[in-house]
């Protein structure tokens, strides 16, 4: 019986960081480039063929909190790091959310330097600033679609992980 117990205590906690590594993941998406004027949506993303054999830019490890209220990421000092060994062009850099090793939605990390609109999800990335928010539509009266930031397992994966903040 202590054996089956010990047993089933190592399984979990084993897991746990396997767990943790796949709960929340924001991917790179460095082929996409944007669709041009005439499309329905410059800036739309197909998610579904993302690579998950690589690693994600940023899993739940380096974020401390999710503030639903204003889809603003709080990162840890690693979670600062990696944001700021990124070059993003003018025209952004895609990116694919992750819960759960599924897609939740794409969006683009933009430069504050960039003269480019955004007709979908962008993250403005600071220098020095440690959080990521992320905004739909720049200006928001260019926004096209439906916003999926507030997206219920999104919500769920940083309730899971106690790193959900403004409900």
């Not at 943790?20 to 197909?46: K, M, N, S, W």
Request: glycine share 8%.
């Amino acid at each position: 019986m202590r054996f089956h117990i010990l047993s089933v205590l190592t399984l979990i906690f084993w897991n746990l960081p396997i767990q943790a590594q796949t709960a929340f993941g924001l991917y790179l998406l460095p082929e996409a480039r944007p669709h041009g004027e005439q499309a329905p949506c410059t800036y739309c993303l197909d998610i579904g063929q993302t690579d998950l054999s690589q690693s994600p830019l940023l899993s739940i490890q380096d974020i401390e909190y999710y503030d639903w209220g204003v889809h603003t990421l709080k990162l840890t000092e690693q979670g600062v790091a990696k944001l700021s060994q990124l070059t993003i062009p003018d025209e952004g850099l895609a990116f694919a959310i992750y819960v759960e090793g599924e897609p939740v939605y794409g969006g683009w990390l933009w430069s504050p330097t960039s003269s480019h609109g955004c007709d979908r999800v962008y993250a403005m990335r600071w220098a020095g600033r440690p959080v990521l928010q992320f905004s739909f539509g720049l200006p928001a009266n260019y926004a096209k679609g439906e916003d999926p930031r507030s997206h219920p397992s999104i919500q769920a994966v940083f309730e899971r992980f106690d790193k959900l903040k403004g409900m």
